[in-house]
Nanobody
Framework: QVQLVESGGGLVQAGGSLRLACAASGRTFNYYAMGWFRQAPGKEREFVATISSIGTSTYYADSVQGRFTISRDNAKNTAYLQMNSLKPEDTAVYYC????????????????WGQGTQVTVSA
């Protein structure tokens, strides 16, 4: 059974940092690319960042490029999202996901989602 458990969210002031973690199970972790997505109130879920199965390739949304860093530890079946220089517009629930390919970042391609972790950035 696939399980994705996100953690590390919280309330932070603009300019601050957070590190999210995604504990994944139910699939052979190092076979899959991983992605982070987010959904703000009243908006559709959107892609944030992806990483290839062995971590050699990454891809970022323009809105987070240069501020966020995605990484993974295949020995721990865990993906991470380091978020620096946070802005109020980064406020959202953040989700991780197994990806078919690290450039397959359309959230509509995926059915199962974990509970997510709330990130709130105050001005």
């Amino acid at each position: 059974q696939v399980q994705l458990v996100e953690s590390g969210g919280g309330l932070v002031q603009a300019g601050g940092s957070l590190r999210l973690a995604c504990a994944a199970s139910g699939r052979t972790f190092n076979y899959y690319a991983m992605g982070w997505f987010r959904q703000a109130p009243g908006k559709e879920r959107e892609f944030v960042a992806t990483i290839s199965s062995i971590g050699t390739s990454t891809y970022y949304a323009d809105s987070v490029q240069g501020r966020f860093t995605i990484s993974r530890d295949n020995a721990k079946n865990t993906a991470y999202l380091q978020m620096n220089s946070l802005k109020p517009e980064d406020t959202a629930v953040y989700y991780c996901q197994y990806l078919n390919y690290y450039r397959d970042y359309d959230p509509r391609h995926y059915d199962y989602w974990g509970q997510g972790t709330q990130v709130t950035v105050s001005a």
